[in-house]
């Protein structure tokens, strides 16, 4: 009598075959560890900290500077009443510091300062040119509708010569862009009142003459402060 041997069937019933946990369990190669990587993420932590930290050290460093009040014109000197004294941030900028605010006061302003300007030296000057050799200042005693209302000293001006109906000349630009020094106030008969302007000295003579005789007007020029 034969008897023969057949292979134990496993928990699946299938011969030859991996139990069902086995089978998932497949073997995994170990993780490779990049020492250098981990280096690298910590240093940018700690510097990203470093950075900030710099950051709010230097935000609280304050600085005492020049802050502009009234709007001085170009050429015309920056007195101490035009300027106060402002904390602010030490980022760097030149700003002319308060403590030479008596130096400032000898000085000129090389552009027209608005109020609000925080002062720099780049902003200022030793020596008006509007103010140096072959320049001169003149009178004008302007009617109504001689002069534009709100003018005010800084301005740029043309001085036009306009003539009498009396004569046959043509209007012309006797000074093209002319710095209005001072305005005086309004006179009770109601003329524009006194302004001095500054223009070049071959020119005055004409605009001395013209304005004798209450033939000049100027026209202000916005765009050319």
Not at 52 to 64: H, N
Not at 187 to 215: F, K, N, Q
Request: charged share 15%; hydrophobic share 40%.
């Amino acid at each position: 009598m034969r008897t023969s041997e057949k292979p134990a069937a496993n928990a699946s019933g299938l011969p030859g075959t991996l139990s069902g946990a086995a089978s998932r369990k497949l073997p995994v190669p170990p993780r490779e560890r990049k020492p250098a990587l981990a280096a690298l993420a910590v240093l940018l932590i700690l510097g990203g900290a470093l950075a900030s930290t710099l950051l709010v050290l230097r935000s609280g460093d304050r600085i005492s500077a020049i802050r502009i009040t009234q709007q001085v014109g170009a050429g015309q000197p920056i007195s101490e009443q035009a300027m106060e004294e402002v904390q602010i941030a030490d980022t760097g900028i030149g700003y002319v510091a308060w403590k030479h605010r008596v130096a400032v006061a000898e000085t000129y302003a090389a552009v027209t300062l608005l109020p609000g300007t925080l002062l720099t030296e780049q902003m200022t000057t030793t020596a008006s040119q509007e103010l140096g050799p072959g320049k001169a200042k003149v009178g004008l005693a302007l009617k109504p509708g001689q002069a534009p209302a709100g003018l005010a000293k800084g301005d740029r001006v043309q001085i036009v010569y306009v003539p009498g109906r009396t004569t046959q000349s043509q209007s012309r630009v006797l000074a093209q862009s002319a710095l209005v020094h001072s305005v005086g106030a309004p006179g009770r008969t109601g003329s524009t009142g006194l302004i001095t302007v500054i223009v070049d000295s071959s020119a005055s003579p004409a605009i001395v003459g013209y304005a004798s005789s209450g033939e000049i007007a100027v026209a202000e020029l916005p765009g050319a402060r």
